[in-house]
């Protein structure tokens, strides 16, 4: 699976991305990397492998460059092999951008970039959206995102960042879930609230086709026609550091249903492991009780479909206040 984070505000953007990273790092993945807003422009580390090799990159190569506005992804390959080129975040004209999910046409709008002589230099769909954005942009980045967005089919959560709008960061998403939340530290964003609560207790949920443009003052949303709209706030109750004061051993996020399209059986399985995992912590003997060897099988099943399933987890907790 695969996680995104987007932070703007007061504290050094490359480490808070980076830490937020590694809190998405029990989803899985295959590589990892940031862009972040310098004085010269956009730049990018990313790279196969852990977020501790990204951590060790940021710090040989960034270390003293500073920036308070980035996005930050972990990838799951589902288009193009596990490489340097095909990891997150994707640079295409002024557009860069971190995707979740699957562009099932991807194919098709790429023959079309193609026939106006833009090539991609990765071989994953994400890259083809970028480039798809970057094709409809002339000036307003709602207006492309919504434009590019009407071209896509499939799933995605993507964070955005326009080369010519400093310290701003775009989201959108159908499918695949997004977290969002504004501090007296910062705005800040993620595809799971996992990533979130180290920095607030309330959040809001994208809804799917939404806009939301995001700085360090607020995070403003408009909904598909174009409108303001004001998402709900939830709180939090819990804590992840609870898991260890409650003596609990493993953390575990409950599956929901995945809205993600032409993917039933992609929903069977959620479904079930949502039954199977049905508390957050899970506690210390669990592998006595009787729902365990249950949830194993199921999560067999799972692994056989995670690529696609990719982006599309996201606790009960936030699904009951949807
Ligand atoms: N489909 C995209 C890729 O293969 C995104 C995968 C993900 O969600 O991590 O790069």
Redesign the pocket.
């Known amino acids: 699976m ?1 996680g995104i984070i987007g932070y703007v505000g007061f504290l050094d953007a490359k480490k808070t991305l980076v830490d937020g990273l590694q809190t998405l790092e029990y989803r899985g993945y295959d590589s990892a990397g940031i862009s972040y807003f310098t004085d010269d422009g956009i730049q990018t580390i990313k790279t196969i492998g852990k977020v501790s090799v990204l951590r060790e990159l940021v710090k040989a190569q960034a270390d003293d460059i500073i920036s308070t506005c980035g996005i930050g992804h972990t ?6 092999g596990v490489s340097d080129t ?1 990891s ?1 975040p994707h640079t295409a004209g002024k557009v860069t951008l971190i ?4 562009i099932e046409n991807y194919q098709e709008l790429q023959r079309e970039l193609e026939e106006k002589g833009k090539y991609p230099v990765s071989q ?3 890259e083809i959206a970028a480039m798809v954005i970057d094709d409809c942009y002339q000036g307003d980045p709602e207006e492309a995102i919504r434009l590019a967005t009407g071209k896509l089919t499939g799933a995605y959560g993507f964070c955005i960042m326009f080369e010519d709008i400093p310290e701003t960061i775009y989201a959108v998403r159908s499918g695949s879930p997004l977290v969002a939340a504004h501090t007296e530290k910062g705005s800040i964003i993620a595809s799971d609230m996992v990533a979130l609560v180290s920095h607030t207790k309330h959040y809001f949920v994208l809804q799917e086709n939404h806009i939301a443009k995001i700085t360090k003052d607020e995070i403003l949303v408009k909904n598909e026609y174009g409108d303001l709209y004001g998402p709900t706030i939830h709180h939090i109750s819990w804590d992840v550091g609870a898991a260890k004061k409650g003596g609990y051993d493993y953390f575990c996020t409950t599956l929901s249903i995945s809205p993600l399209k032409n993917a039933q059986k992609i929903n069977e399985i959620g479904e079930r492991l949502s039954e199977a995992y049905s508390v957050l912590w899970l506690p210390s003997d669990f592998k006595k009780r009787e729902g365990y060897k249950r949830s194993i099988e199921l999560s067999k099943e799972y692994n056989l479909y995670r690529q696609n399933f ?2 599309c987890v996201y606790s009960r907790r936030e699904a009951e206040h949807e």
């Not at 990838?75 to 193009?80: E, L, P």
């Not at 995707?99 to 699957?102: K, R, T, V």
């Open positions: 695969c990838r799951w390959a589902t288009h193009g095909n997150h995707h979740n999910g699957i994953t769909d994400s990719c982006g």
